[in-house]
């Protein structure tokens, strides 16, 4: 009587991606994830200092400020703005992606010049706070705002707020540098010649990474 033997099929046997997504691509994630174990490493740090003190600023108070308004008080207004103009990018980072695998050049280059112009204006406004802020008397090391209680505040709140909001800056200046370079890319006709628009893929996915750590950083400092 003959025994029938039944081959155990390899899931994977090499020569290709196991998960379907191409080495850059791959490597971008692992890139995002250390770079948000740095994040979180900060806000956790962040939080734990806030939560540990008895008393702490009113984001209320310290974030009232509107470029042109003088001395009116519009709590969280600016900031609000400024997300807006971030989260406005990422929608036209997905419209340029979209038309990527469409194979549409120029409205490719259509969308990654408006999600450059959104990551200037992001960044532009965050050198308003900052002046503005600075202006007041913070800074590192230095802190004019009072407690909620009234009481005199540490530099614990200035120090973690120029540190975490400069790095999440340098990032958005990173994001746009390489939204250009990939731009004059798409416009000298790099990835038409290539087949695919994959490097629009990748600094699109930096670039949804920075907008949702900043959705993080925005609860953070002007929510709580």
């Known amino acids: 009587m003959d025994t ?4 155990k099929k390899k ?3 090499g ?4 998960f379907n997504v191409s080495y ?5 994630w692992y890139f995002l994830l250390s770079d948000a174990f740095t994040f979180g490493a900060l806000l956790i740090s962040y939080g734990t200092i806030r939560f540990s003190s008895t ?23 600016f900031v609000s703005l400024m997300t807006f ?10 419209l340029a992606v979209h038309a990527g695998h469409m194979r549409d050049r120029k409205a490719v280059a259509k969308w990654m010049i408006w999600t450059i112009i959104g990551g200037i204006c992001f960044l532009a406004c965050q ?3 900052w002046t503005h802020l600075f202006h007041e008397g913070a800074w590192w090391g230095r802190n004019p705002f009072h407690n909620v209680d009234g009481t005199l505040a540490s530099t614990n709140f200035t120090n973690f707020f120029f540190t975490i909001t400069g790095f999440h800056g340098l990032h ?4 746009v540098v390489l939204n250009i370079i990939i731009l004059a890319n798409v416009l000298k006709g790099t990835y038409e010649e290539r087949g695919h628009y994959e490097m629009v893929e990748k600094v699109g996915l930096y670039w949804h990474f920075v907008d949702l750590v900043w959705v993080f950083v925005f609860t953070c400092f002007y929510l709580l």
């Not at 029938?4 to 081959?7: D, E, G, K, L, N």
């Not at 209320?60 to 709590?75: I, Q, T, Y």
């Open 4 to 7: 029938a033997v039944t081959a």
């Open 11 to 13: 899931w994977w046997d």
């Open 15 to 18: 020569g290709y991606s196991p």
């Open 24 to 28: 850059g691509k791959l490597m971008m």
């Open 55 to 77: 008393s702490w600023p009113d984001p209320n108070d310290v974030f009232r400020s509107f470029p042109g308004m003088g001395h009116a008080n519009l709590p969280l207004v």
């Open 85 to 94: 103009i971030l989260i406005m990018s990422s929608v036209t980072m997905v």
């Open 127 to 129: 050198a308003w706070e």
């Open 172 to 175: 958005v200046t990173s994001g």
